[in-house]
């Protein structure tokens, strides 16, 4: 199949975003080959196409946002995502962030609260051909029917870490390695970006870093809304 001159303009734009990562700290190759490897600009309205490879967050609607690409890469690179990892994703948002990791060989499960996002996407993650199983719901409660999970990502700002996610993470044992949550914790000025290692079944078997700080849309628990 010939490529069309605007796909060659998208391929080379996505390597020099990957390029641009690389040079901020993104270490994981497969992490940027996965970003190199996502059409992002079908994840974006028309409008915003021109600017779909910037490394800036952009607007889908209902107040959401795709996220910049740095911070895909970066919850990426902390989730350390293995073939054939269960990962919930909590905010589907435009589908980027499951897109990217079904190119790693994840099992994807997504949770998005606005359903009328959450039917576009899906949509488009099919018409792709990346398989995700989504949901419309409340991802602070998680998604308990696939639990346990290798690694949860939270694409939404919380103010604490629910409790939910924690129980539902896989916990280190003789055959597994600890699941891990990656998740932005703060205020709505900002958040830290959290990493917890479930490292066993005890309620004190978590190990916890913190990394640098971010700003994404609010994490909603419906039951405090």
Same mark, same amino acid.
């Given at each position: 199949?010939?490529? !069309?001159?605007?796909?060659?303009?998208?391929? +080379?734009?996505?390597?020099?975003? *990957?390029?641009? #990562? %690389?040079? +901020?700290?993104?270490?994981?190759?497969? *992490?940027?080959?996965?970003?190199?490897?996502?059409?992002?600009?079908?994840? *974006?309205?028309?409008?915003?196409?021109?600017?779909?490879?910037?490394?800036?967050?952009? @607007?889908?609607?209902?107040?959401?946002?795709?996220?910049?690409?740095?911070?895909?890469?970066?919850? !990426?690179?902390?989730?350390? *995502?293995?073939?054939?990892? +269960?990962?919930?994703?909590?905010?589907?948002?435009? $589908?980027? =962030?499951?897109?990217? #990791?079904?190119?790693?060989? /994840?099992?994807?499960?997504?949770?998005?609260?606005?359903? @009328?996002?959450? =039917?576009?996407? &899906? /949509?488009?993650?099919?018409? #792709?051909?990346? +398989?995700?199983?989504?949901?419309?719901?409340?991802?602070?409660?998680?998604?308990?029917?696939?639990? @346990?999970?290798? $690694?949860?990502?939270?694409? /939404?700002?919380?103010?604490?870490? @629910?409790? /939910?996610?924690?129980? =539902?993470?896989?916990?280190?044992?003789?055959?597994? %390695?600890?699941?891990?949550?990656?998740?932005?914790? $703060? !205020?709505?000025?900002? =958040?830290?970006?959290?990493?917890?290692?479930?490292?066993?079944?005890?309620?004190?078997?978590?190990?916890?870093?913190?990394?640098?700080?971010? &700003?994404?849309?609010?994490?909603?628990?419906?039951?405090?809304?």
């Amino acid at each position: 199949m010939v490529e !069309s001159r605007d796909e060659r303009k998208f391929r +080379r734009q996505r390597q020099q975003l *990957v390029d641009q #990562l %690389r040079q +901020r700290g993104i270490a994981d190759e497969r *992490v940027l080959q996965a970003i190199n490897a996502v059409p992002r600009h079908l994840f *974006v309205e028309d409008a915003m196409q021109p600017r779909a490879y910037a490394d800036e967050a952009l @607007p889908i609607g209902l107040n959401q946002t795709i996220s910049q690409p740095f911070t895909v890469a970066y919850q !990426s690179e902390l989730l350390e *995502v293995r073939e054939h990892d +269960r990962i919930l994703e909590v905010g589907t948002g435009s $589908g980027y =962030q499951a897109a990217v #990791l079904c190119e790693l060989g /994840a099992r994807v499960f997504s949770i998005e609260r606005h359903e @009328p996002l959450l =039917q576009r996407t &899906r /949509a488009l993650l099919d018409q #792709l051909g990346y +398989r995700v199983t989504t949901k419309h719901g409340d991802g602070t409660k998680g998604w308990p029917s696939f639990a @346990p999970y290798d $690694g949860i990502v939270v694409t /939404a700002g919380a103010t604490e870490i @629910p409790d /939910a996610l924690i129980e =539902q993470l896989r916990a280190a044992d003789d055959t597994h %390695r600890a699941g891990r949550l990656v998740i932005p914790v $703060g !205020s709505s000025g900002g =958040q830290t970006m959290t990493l917890i290692r479930k490292t066993g079944t005890g309620p004190h078997d978590l190990e916890r870093e913190e990394f640098h700080s971010f &700003r994404f849309v609010p994490l909603v628990d419906e039951d405090k809304a």
